[in-house]
């Protein structure tokens, strides 16, 4: 998205000039559910993203334009709450964060707008709560470190749009770095950056443009089920606190404590962390097809145990294994809908893509939007937009 577009738009809304700051969507190639159990993702910051415009406006309103909605919203700093949905939320979450930790802020003016595909699974809410949180924090000189607003943007997330997501997708927007993908820790928030050194291989990423309705309270309900397999565990073994510190024996331990469905889900989630820790051993060694490989075991794990994937996700997985030029491919982020991550021969990216999209629309009379990404920076702050 060329920032431009925005700062012209804010000039024409405001007449006056704005800071402007781009966010972007992310990626993760493996390690999916397993952020909000303390265990291992490996995410990426894309170039597919969101840009702010901001600007001061001497008073207590925030006055707000969504470009890609063309609607606007306002509301008072000293008298909001969260709304029945809709992507004010982002930015009041942001706002009533920052206020929570003791930030005094004036009013604004904002113009967003970006090219992360809402619904994809690309995380264009972490962008925009990311963005906004950057953009707040240049605007009235908060000086705020990147590990706070990452953490700022998750809280809204929980708050205002009322999902109890993990740290992935906010960490990954905010901490990306230019052909990386992040290996982080969401226990101790430890990070190391792991060079993307796909070989002949690229990342294409298949949108089944669908999302189905239930996935936020499905996405609760599995962050409640884990939590279950987590107290079966405790009953015998006290010092476990998440899935990341029980093993399968533990698991099998308490299998007796738990329902047939805690104990598969929790199963996944704990396989899931050996196949991102396999998997990254395997992209050192520069073993695509083996780390490919693990993305089909993932997207497996996904769709049968965890039950987060849908019948167009497991079409396009599907389609993926029997063509010999993907290494591997899987459901990515939340699931219910959204995009599969592939990881495509670069020779033969044309007749893949135009081989699944045909098929595709031969199996639900539905278009698919694929989308080659770069692994790119996170949230910054744009210079002469
Ligand atoms: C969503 C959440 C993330 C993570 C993924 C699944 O994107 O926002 O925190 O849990 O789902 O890996």
């Known amino acids: 998205m060329n920032p431009k577009i925005i700062a012209s738009k804010f000039t024409e ?15 993760n190639l493996i390690g999916e559910h397993t952020d909000y159990n303390e265990g291992f993702v490996l995410p990426a910051a894309i170039d597919k993203e969101i840009v702010i415009a901001v600007a001061k406006n001497d008073s207590r309103e925030c006055h707000l334009f969504s470009y890609d ?53 690309l995380s264009s809410s972490a962008a925009v709560e990311n963005g906004v949180c950057l953009a707040l924090s240049e605007l009235f000189g908060l000086n705020l470190e990147r590990m706070d607003m990452l953490k700022f943007a998750q809280k809204a997330e929980h708050e205002f749009a009322g999902v109890q997501c993990g740290i992935m997708d906010q960490f990954a927007s905010m901490m990306g770095k230019d052909n990386h993908a992040i290996r982080l820790d969401c226990r101790s928030l430890e990070y190391s950056y792991f060079p993307i050194d796909l070989g002949d291989y690229q990342i294409i990423l298949c949108d089944t443009q ?54 598969t889900r929790s199963k996944y989630v704990i396989e899931e962390n050996e196949r991102l820790l396999k998997g990254c051993e395997l992209l050192e060694k520069g073993d695509i097809k083996g780390f490919g490989q693990q993305m089909y075991g993932s997207h497996d794990g996904l769709s049968k145990m965890y039950e987060v994937s849908c019948k167009e996700l497991d079409f ?58 770069n692994v790119t920076d996170g949230t910054r702050v744009v210079a002469n937009a």
């Not at 089920?225 to 990341?244: I, T």
């Open 316 to 373: 396009l997985a599907g389609f993926s294994k029997s063509s010999k030029s993907v290494a591997g491919a899987r459901m990515m982020g939340g699931g219910f809908g959204g995009c599969t991550i592939n990881l495509v021969e670069k020779s033969e990216k044309e007749v893949f893509e135009k081989e699944i999209a045909t098929a595709y629309q031969e199996a639900f009379g539905k278009e698919l939007k694929i989308y080659e990404v």
């Open 69 to 121: 909605f063309q609607e606007s919203l306002s509301f008072d700093l000293d008298d909001f709450e969260r709304m029945q949905g809709g992507w004010g939320n982002y930015v009041m979450g942001v706002v009533a964060q920052l206020q929570q930790a003791g930030y005094e802020l004036e009013g604004f003016d904002l113009v967003f707008g970006g090219d992360v595909p809402v619904g994809a699974g």
């Open 210 to 263: 669908v999302k189905h309705s239930l996935a936020d309270s499905a996405y609760n309900d599995r962050r409640r089920e884990c939590q279950e397999g987590v107290e079966a565990v405790q009953k015998h073994h006290a010092e476990v606190n998440s899935l990341r510190d029980v093993s399968l024996d533990m698991l099998d331990e308490a299998k007796e404590d738990m329902s047939e469905l805690v104990y």
């Open 13 to 27: 809304l405001f007449d006056k000039e704005a800071i402007v700051v781009k966010s972007p969507g992310r990626i």
